[in-house]
Structures are given as C-alpha cells and as structure tokens.
C-alpha cells in the first residue's frame, strides 16, 4: 500500500463505515487486493459470494454489511455481467498480475461508462459523504434562478503555490515498484544447467490452473523427490513439464492397479536419456575394446 494511503479519506470513510479502526480498514483492503491477485486476476471478485469474500478477507460479521460497506465506499463496484469488481483494479494490482494477464491475452474489467462520465475516483472530494463537516460552499448571494451569485473582487490574484495532489493507490508508482517476480523455490538439476528456478509468477500461473490443489505444498514435495533421487533428476529444460505432470496427478491421482502412478515415469527426453548414463570405467574400455579386435580377426 502507497504511503499515505492509510490517511486518504476513503480508508477513514470506510472505518467509520464498518466501525472498525482504521488500521482494521487498511488491513482489511490489502487482503482484498490479495484475494483479488490470487483468485480474480481481471477484478472480477463478484465470482465469488458475499460470505466468500468476507472469508476471504477474514471478516466475521454480516458478509452483507462488509460489501455493502465496501461498494457505498467505493472500493468494490457494482457490475452488470460479473456482479462485483475491484475499483481501479488496473491500479491496485501488481506487477505479476499484469503480467499474467498479458501473457493470457486477457485485460482487467472496469465499469462501462454508459453516460459518457466517469466513475468518482479518489480525487474527487464530491465522491465522499460530508462526516466531517459540509464541503465548502459558493461564496455569494442566491440569484434569481436559484444559483449563487460570486461577489465581485479588487484583490489581486495570488500567485498559486499549490502542490499536485498525490495518488492513493495501493501500490507504488510504475517506477518504484518492487519486482514481484520473486524466487520461490530452486531446483536441482542434471545436464549442463545444474539449478532451475521456480518463481512466484509460475506458481500463480500454477494455483489458477490447479485451484482444488494445494500448490505449495505439492512443489516441495516434487522438491524432495527430487533431492531424493539424484539419478533420475530432469534437465532445466525439462522442469516445467516434470511439475506439469506432477501437479496433474495429484489432482487425479488414480488408484493401485490403473497404470502409471507417478508423473515422473513418463517417457523421458533424449537428453535425460543421456544424462543419466554413467560414464564407462578403465575395466569397461578394456573388454569392449578386447571384443572389438577379436571381431575384427
């Protein structure tokens, strides 16, 4: 979350909101975004149910009053296809998000502007309720028409010392964002690259495809396997498609009897073929070279 966040209006809106304190609310919103990176990638939170989302977020009072709470104070929208979407979530998600989704050919959903306008966003102090006080008002007189009339000024116009007003989204600017492709796991391996890399953009790409399966838990298990077995460990090339066959049977993983039981007695490559042929001994050379000249007479 941006520094500064936690003092923007909105947070303060939605704590007194829900009647929570306002560490509670930017709690409460980094586990939405959370929730929104792992399970709804485009935005689309209305996938899931009220109660869902308030167990997503750990919440355990009405789930109804936690949304609503959340869409009067405009951090969840109402949609008419997916129910309800994160506001501004091309905003708030990180960068393995975006790079998921581009790598998906996919896009994240927003509000469709059907009057020519905008949604309220963070910038816009019209789009938060007057709680502490009325917004200020036009100087002046009501005219005839009902709309006030400015008073007529002498004083010279003051030279603007105003500051541009900064952005309250949750995460840093483009420039200052952490790199969220951070290494999860590495692998050991045989051939000329002896170590593979697991990073957390493909264990997303992982928990999307396998959502019934606990992910992190299988990958450290194909981890020891292969710690375990030095001998039958796969090239660096060959790694994505070992975790591939992995993670697709423990999803279904067939009884005693119906076959092939692990991923890894799948046909091997060529290459591990031959990385695991171990090299021949001085006694070897000897002998095949002894039956190589008595064929030869």
């Avoid at 001085?282 to 002894?290: A, G, L």
Wanted: with cysteine.
């Amino acid at each position: 979350m941006k520094r500064g966040c936690p003092d923007h209006p909105k947070v303060k809106w939605l704590a007194r909101t829900l009647d929570i304190p306002v560490y509670g609310a930017v709690g409460l919103l980094e586990l939405l975004w959370h929730a929104a990176a792992k399970y709804a990638r485009r935005g689309n939170l209305g996938r899931f149910s009220d109660q869902d989302i308030a167990d997503l977020v750990h919440w355990e009072r009405l789930a109804s009053e936690l949304v609503n709470g959340l869409v009067e104070c405009h951090w969840l929208d109402r949609h008419p296809t997916y129910r309800l979407v994160v506001h501004h979530w091309e905003q708030h998600a990180d960068d393995a998000v975006k790079k998921t989704l581009r790598n998906r050919g996919e896009t994240f959903i927003t509000i469709p502007e059907t009057d020519g306008t905008k949604p309220d966003t963070l910038d816009n102090e019209r789009a938060f309720p007057e709680k502490d006080g009325p917004l200020p008002e036009t100087v002046g007189h009501p005219a005839g028409n009902g709309s006030p009339k400015p008073e007529p000024s002498l004083a010279l116009p003051e030279p603007s010392l105003a500051l541009p007003e900064p952005s309250f989204c949750s995460e840093p600017e483009a420039g200052l964002q952490a790199d969220s492709d951070v290494l999860f796991l590495t692998f050991p391996c045989q051939g000329k690259q002896k170590t593979w890399d697991l990073r957390q953009s493909k264990m997303e790409e992982y928990r999307e495809t396998y959502p019934g399966l606990n992910i992190e838990n299988e990958i450290r298990a194909a981890l020891q396997w292969t710690r375990d077995n030095p001998t039958k460990r796969k090239t660096s090339k060959g790694m994505p498609a070992f975790l591939n066959r992995w993670l697709t049977t423990a999803v279904d993983r067939p009884r005693k009897g119906n076959g092939k039981e692990r991923p890894w007695d799948e046909e091997e490559t060529d290459d591990e073929k031959l990385a695991r042929i171990p090299p021949l001994t001085e006694e070897q050379k000897r002998n095949i070279d002894v039956m190589f000249r008595r064929d030869l007479k």
